[in-house]
């Protein structure tokens, strides 16, 4: 029988080619936007309203989902977004609503489908975080301490369904060609003191994302990870980053090195 997946923020870029791949593959792909009317004539799977910041839209979401589905297999959480900006100069009231969106809308929407995989004694939650949930970048602390608190609590949520076989996993991207660097969100504020380092970092940032993979290797370990009978918790993909999480761990001298290196030769 098909398996049942949801994949939260399935109507563009990533989730959208995610999505499509799936339901290709011959899964049971129910989607979610926060506006699906403008994408439903559009894609070939399901899409259901969602705002994973939102706890009415949860609950409806999850009222809707249950009388198209009686079972879910896995879900994929995938919706999230970007805020750029150095740290001390990002208000905190932005820096919340990064977490808002990546971390408690994330969290929210297990916590409305957990009973339901409880329930069941079966299910698979698999998470897209990021390798900036592994290591610092300047420019994207928000971003990158959101996706620390997220790799944090799926790491504890992973031992606390073992008893009720339902798994728990973490892919880690780095450079992927996506949109998320088109709908990033900048912070309304600067200090000019940041202003050259800022520039070198966006600059460096553009031309990662100007070089980046076809995001097709991410789908396909994600299909990996559905199929697979034990899956890893952690799933590191993307040129070099093995590499890069190893020397910040074992090599952090030399990490530093490498990254100030790359911020010389960044052209703004």
């Known amino acids: 029988?098909?398996?049942?997946?949801?994949?939260?923020?399935?109507?563009?870029?990533?989730?959208?080619?995610?999505?499509?791949?799936?339901?290709?593959?011959?899964?049971?792909?129910?989607?979610?936007?926060?506006?699906?009317?403008?994408?439903?004539?559009?894609?070939?799977?399901?899409?259901?309203?969602?705002?994973i910041t939102d706890d009415n839209s949860i609950k409806q979401f999850t009222n809707e989902l249950f009388k198209l589905v009686s079972r879910?297999?896995?879900?994929?959480?995938?919706?999230?977004?970007l805020l750029t900006g150095m740290a001390e100069e990002t208000p905190i009231e932005q820096g919340k609503q990064q977490f808002e969106t990546n971390f408690w809308g994330t969290v929210k929407i297990t916590n409305a489908?957990?009973?339901?995989?409880?329930?069941?004694?079966?299910?698979?939650?698999?998470?897209v975080s990021s390798i900036v949930g592994l290591i610092g970048p300047p420019n994207l602390s928000y971003y990158s301490a959101s996706k620390h608190a997220v790799e944090g609590y799926f790491k504890a949520l992973r031992f606390e369904l073992m008893p009720f076989n339902v798994q728990v996993s973490l892919v880690e991207p780095?450079?992927?060609?996506?949109?998320?660097?088109e709908n990033a969100v900048a912070i309304n504020k600067?200090?000019?003191?940041?202003?050259?380092?800022?520039?070198?970092?966006?600059?460096?940032?553009n031309d990662g994302i100007k070089n980046a993979e076809n995001p097709t290797r991410v789908t396909r370990l994600i299909h990996k990870i559905i199929d697979s009978k034990?899956?890893?918790?952690?799933?590191?993909?993307?040129?070099?980053?093995?590499?890069?999480?190893?020397?910040?761990?074992?090599?952090?001298?030399?990490?530093?090195?490498?990254m100030l290196s790359q911020l010389t030769k960044a052209k703004t």
């Open 230 to 258: 034990q899956p890893p918790l952690k799933n590191l993909v993307g040129k070099m980053s093995g590499t890069i999480v190893f020397l910040q761990n074992y090599a952090p001298k030399l990490f530093e090195k490498s």
């Open 113 to 127: 489908l957990l009973p339901h995989f409880r329930n069941q004694k079966y299910g698979h939650i698999i998470t």
């Open 1 to 51: 029988m098909s398996k049942t997946i949801v994949i939260t923020g399935a109507s563009s870029g990533f989730g959208l080619q995610l999505a499509s791949e799936l339901h290709r593959k011959g899964f049971t792909v129910i989607g979610t936007s926060r506006k699906p009317q403008s994408y439903e004539s559009d894609v070939p799977f399901k899409l259901i309203k969602l705002d």
């Open 190 to 205: 600067s200090i000019s003191d940041y202003d050259g380092y800022r520039e070198k970092w966006i600059a460096f940032t």
């Open 72 to 81: 879910v297999d896995v879900l994929i959480n995938n919706a999230g977004c």
């Open 174 to 181: 780095s450079w992927f060609r996506t949109n998320i660097g």
